[in-house]
C-alpha cells in the first residue's frame, strides 16, 4: 500500500516529485524526520538528569528509596509499580503493531478493534503516571532539610523512619500537614531510637543527629515539589517532574491521535483513501514514545 | 518480511516476549543486585549499570527496526534516520557527562 502510493508518484516526471530515492512516502519520511529532533530533544533531557546526577554524585537521591510503593500494596516494592507501566506501554506497542498489520490488509474491523485497544492501554499509562506522580507529590517519610538545602532521613533499625510516625500523625487522612522543626526536634530527641542518615548516606548516632540538627536543620519538609524535595537533592524532583511530564505529555498527544485515527477508520476515511497509511504514521509516533519511555524506565529508575 | 506479507503475526509476539523477557530480566536485576555487578566499576560507574545500558539498546532496537518498520526500509533511509543519533547523541552524552564529573570535583 506505501508501495502503490509510491508507483503513483513515480509516473511524474523527476522534477515534479517522480523520483523517490528513499522509496518511502512524502508523510512517512516527515514522521521519521520529526521523530529524530524529538529523540535529540529527550537525549539533551536525559544528559542534562547524566550531569546533575554526576555534579552531585555523592548527594543524589538512589531511585530505588524513592519509588518504593505499589497501590493497594503495603510495605516496599521497589521497580514494581515502573515495571508494570512498562509493560502496559509495550503491550500497548503491540496492539499498535497488530492494528497497522491489519491495515496493510484492510481489514477494518481488525484495525478499529487494536486501535481500540492500544488507546485502552495509553490511558491506563497515563493514569499509573497520575498515581506515580500523586504519590511523589505527596511525599513518604518527610524529611528535614538544612541550612545548606542538603536534605537528610531519620532512620530506626536501619530502615527510614517516617516523620508523620514521630509527630503521631496520619501520612494519609487526606489533610494538609505541616510540622514545625522544634516540635520534631523536641520528639525527636525523646527517643533514643532514632538517628539520621545524611545527604551523603553516612549514618550519624542519636546524640550526634541531635547536635547536628541543632546547628544545621532549617525546616521540615513533606512531598516534592519544584523548590523542596523530601527524597534529596531538589534537582532531581525538577528532572523528574519535567523528564515525565513531556514524555506523559507525548504519550496524552498520541491518545489523541488514535482517538482521531478511530474515528476517521471507523468513518471509512481510509477505506475510501484506498490505504491505511495514516495508521502506520500515527504508529511510528507511538513506537517512539515507548521507545522514549524504555530509556526514561534505565536512566531514571534502574540506574 | 514475507511472513508480515502472507498475514502471519507470529513475528510481533516474538518481539513482545523478548522486549517483556528482557524487563523482567532488568528489574530482576535492580531488585537483587547481584554483589559482583555492583562492587566491580567500570568507566565510572558499576558494571550492573553497563548491564542495563545494553540491555536497553537491545530493546531499543527491536523496538526501532521490527515495530517501527525501520529494519525493512530502503538502507539508505535507514541509515539517514539512524545516523544523526549515533553521531550527535554519543557525543552530547560524552560531552556534558564528563563536564558533570569535572563540576563534581570543582564543588
Known amino acids: 500500500m506505501a508501495d502503490t502510493l509510491i508507483q503513483n508518484d513515480m509516473k511524474a516526471p523527476a522534477w515534479e516529485g517522480g523520483d523517490v530515492p528513499y522509496k518511502a512516502s512524502y508523510g512517512k519520511m516527515m514522521m521519521w524526520f520529526f521523530l529524530i529532533t524529538d529523540t535529540l530533544t529527550f537525549s539533551a533531557f536525559l544528559a542534562a538528569y547524566g550531569f546533575s546526577r554526576f555534579k552531585y554524585e555523592d548527594i543524589w537521591p538512589v531511585p530505588?528509596?524513592?519509588?518504593?510503593?505499589?497501590?493497594?500494596?503495603?510495605?516496599?516494592?521497589?521497580?514494581?509499580?515502573?515495571?508494570?507501566?512498562?509493560?502496559?506501554?509495550?503491550?500497548s506497542s503491540v496492539t499498535m503493531v497488530l492494528a497497522v498489520n491489519y491495515g496493510h490488509k484492510k481489514?477494518?474491523?481488525?484495525?478499529?478493534?487494536?486501535?481500540?485497544?492500544?488507546?485502552?492501554?495509553?490511558?491506563?499509562?497515563?493514569?499509573?503516571?497520575?498515581?506515580?506522580?500523586?504519590?511523589?507529590?505527596?511525599g513518604d517519610s518527610g524529611a528535614i532539610q538544612l541550612k545548606n538545602t542538603e536534605v537528610v532521613h531519620v532512620y530506626n533499625d536501619s530502615h527510614r523512619y517516617s516523620i508523620y510516625d514521630i509527630m503521631?500523625?496520619?501520612?494519609?487522612?487526606?489533610?494538609?500537614?505541616?510540622f514545625e522543626l522544634n516540635n520534631?526536634?523536641?520528639?525527636?530527641?525523646?527517643?533514643?531510637?532514632?538517628?539520621?542518615?545524611?545527604a551523603n548516606r553516612t549514618f550519624l548516632n542519636h546524640e550526634e543527629s541531635i547536635e547536628y540538627l541543632n546547628t544545621n536543620a532549617n525546616q521540615v519538609l513533606l512531598g516534592a515539589n519544584l523548590k523542596d524535595n523530601e527524597y534529596g537533592h531538589v534537582l532531581f524532583a525538577d528532572y523528574f517532574f519535567f523528564i515525565t511530564g513531556f514524555h506523559g505529555f507525548h504519550v496524552f498527544s498520541g491518545v489523541v491521535l488514535l482517538i482521531i485515527l478511530l474515528i476517521n477508520t471507523i468513518k471509512g476515511t481510509y477505506e475510501r483513501r484506498g490505504h491505511y497509511e495514516m495508521v502506520e504514521k500515527i504508529g511510528l509516533y507511538w513506537h517512539f514514545v515507548d521507545l522514549v519511555w524504555v530509556f526514561v524506565f534505565t536512566f531514571f529508575y534502574l540506574v | 518480511m514475507s511472513d508480515e506479507?502472507?498475514?502471519?503475526?507470529?513475528?510481533?509476539?516474538?518481539?513482545?516476549?523478548?522486549?517483556?523477557?528482557?524487563?523482567?530480566?532488568e528489574v530482576g536485576l535492580g531488585m537483587y543486585k547481584p554483589e559482583f555487578?555492583?562492587?566491580?566499576?567500570?568507566?565510572?560507574?558499576?558494571?550492573l549499570n553497563?548491564?542495563?545500558?545494553?540491555?536497553?539498546?537491545?530493546?531499543?532496537?527491536?523496538?526501532?527496526?521490527?515495530?517501527?518498520?525501520?529494519?525493512?526500509?530502503k538502507s539508505s533511509f535507514k541509515w539517514t534516520i539512524l545516523l544523526p543519533a549515533f553521531v550527535l547523541v554519543p557525543y552530547l552524552l560524552f560531552i556534558i557527562l564528563s563536564e558533570g564529573a569535572h563540576a563534581y570535583l570543582m564543588l
Open chain 1, 64 to 91: 530505588e528509596d524513592v519509588f518504593t510503593h505499589f497501590p493497594f500494596l503495603h510495605g516496599e516494592h521497589p521497580l514494581l509499580f515502573v515495571a508494570l507501566m512498562t509493560f502496559i506501554l509495550i503491550m
Open chain 1, 168 to 178: 503521631g500523625a496520619d501520612s494519609h487522612d487526606g489533610q494538609h500537614h505541616h
Open chain 1, 184 to 198: 520534631f526536634q523536641e520528639k525527636f530527641s525523646l527517643n533514643s531510637d532514632l538517628y539520621i542518615r545524611l
Open chain 2, 5 to 25: 506479507q502472507n498475514g502471519s503475526n507470529w513475528w510481533i509476539w516474538k518481539v513482545f516476549w523478548i522486549l517483556l523477557g528482557l524487563t523482567a530480566f
Open chain 2, 50 to 73: 553497563h548491564v542495563f545500558i545494553v540491555l536497553t539498546l537491545i530493546k531499543a532496537g527491536y523496538i526501532v527496526l521490527v515495530f517501527m518498520h525501520l529494519g525493512f526500509e
Open chain 1, 107 to 138: 481489514e477494518k474491523n481488525k484495525v478499529i478493534m487494536w486501535l481500540s485497544l492500544t488507546i485502552i492501554g495509553g490511558f491506563m499509562f497515563l493514569a499509573s503516571q497520575a498515581w506515580e506522580w500523586g504519590h511523589f507529590i505527596h
Open chain 2, 37 to 47: 555487578l555492583v562492587e566491580t566499576i567500570f568507566l565510572g560507574t558499576k558494571l
